[in-house]
Structure formats: structure tokens, C-alpha cells
């Protein structure tokens, strides 16, 4: 079965608002059993290199529900080994994603069917892409910019959203409802 850009694009959830939006209860509604994170702007700023209280009061909540897991194209061990390590979460980096490698890595080691877990991540042309490409549950949320404002709302980014209209790809989530926080 060939699928078109469209379909590897769209994601299966769009979170309005950041990953901290993603609740226990709809992580139990899709039936998720895992999560794979991107790191950076999905968990942290570019610029920062630690965890939020925010955050690490969202992972201790959650991880009581789901297993998790970092995965990041991001090359710093130090960087993303100190944000893991603040968060005491397993991780993969310089994963190269929409490379699915680290991912299916994750998935083997979680133990888990691809379907049962979600991929989040704040680019339609890393995360979701390579999320869809494994059968997994795609989430994409809205990035982490400032350090200074981990919860203030951004706008998915315009470029990604041009590029995908012109690939055929309205970022509308596959069950066409947007999770409303």
C-alpha cells in the first residue's frame, strides 16, 4: 500500500499548546502505552539545557501512566544527556530523524507495538513523518521557544504549514478535532 505525502504528514492529534497540554487522560484515550519525545522545542528551548519544574512535574505524572522515551537529532551528549538526566529518562540522540533507526530502537526497547505508541514532536518533517512511517500514533504540539515563557502558547510554524499545503497536507489531525486544552 503506498501512502501519499498527505497521509505521512498528517498528524493523528494536534495539541493546541505545548507538550505540557498532553494529559493522562488523553494519552489513555488513544490507548497509548508509550511516548517517543523530541527534545528540543518540544521539551526544552534550543537555548536551555536543563528541565523546567513545569515539565519535570508533567513527566512525573505521566510516566506513571506510559513508558518514555527521548529521542532527538540533536548531536550533544551533553546537552540532551543533561536534559534526560533532569528528567531520569532513557534517550537516543543525533537520531537523524525522519530516519526511523533510533526510534524503532525506542520502540524495541519499551517492548511495545508501534501502534501503542505515540510520537511527539513539534515538525511535521521530523517527528510526525517518521512516526507515520512506523505506524505509530503521531502527536504534534506546539514548539517551546522562550526559556523564560516554557508555557506560553506558540503558532505552529507557518513554513512547515505552507509546505505541507503545497504537498497536499492540511494540518488538520486525522480524526479532524483539535484537542482543546
Do not use: C
Amino acid at each position: 500500500m503506498s501512502m501519499t505525502w498527505n497521509n505521512f504528514l498528517q498528524p493523528d492529534l494536534i495539541l493546541e499548546g505545548s507538550i505540557l497540554q498532553l494529559s493522562t487522560e488523553t494519552i489513555q484515550q488513544y490507548g497509548l502505552k508509550g511516548l517517543v519525545l523530541d527534545v528540543d522545542e518540544t521539551l526544552v528551548p534550543f537555548t536551555v539545557d536543563t528541565a523546567s519544574p513545569e515539565l519535570k512535574q508533567w513527566v512525573e505524572e505521566i510516566r506513571s501512566h506510559v513508558d518514555l522515551w527521548l529521542v532527538s537529532n540533536n548531536l550533544s551528549e551533553a546537552r540532551i544527556g543533561s536534559i534526560a538526566r533532569s528528567l531520569n529518562l532513557p534517550y537516543y540522540l543525533g537520531a537523524a530523524k525522519p530516519s526511523r533507526r533510533k526510534i524503532r530502537a525506542a520502540l524495541q526497547a519499551m517492548s511495545l507495538p508501534a501502534a501503542q505508541v505515540g510520537m511527539v514532536g513539534d515538525r511535521l518533517f521530523t517527528d510526525v513523518l517518521a512516526g507515520n512511517r512506523l505506524g505509530m500514533f503521531t502527536i504534534l504540539v506546539e514548539p517551546i521557544v522562550h526559556p523564560d515563557a516554557a508555557l506560553r502558547s506558540h503558532p505552529v510554524r507557518n513554513f512547515e504549514v505552507w509546505i505541507s499545503e503545497i504537498l497536499g497536507a492540511s494540518i488538520t489531525p486525522k480524526q479532524s478535532k483539535i484537542h482543546k486544552s
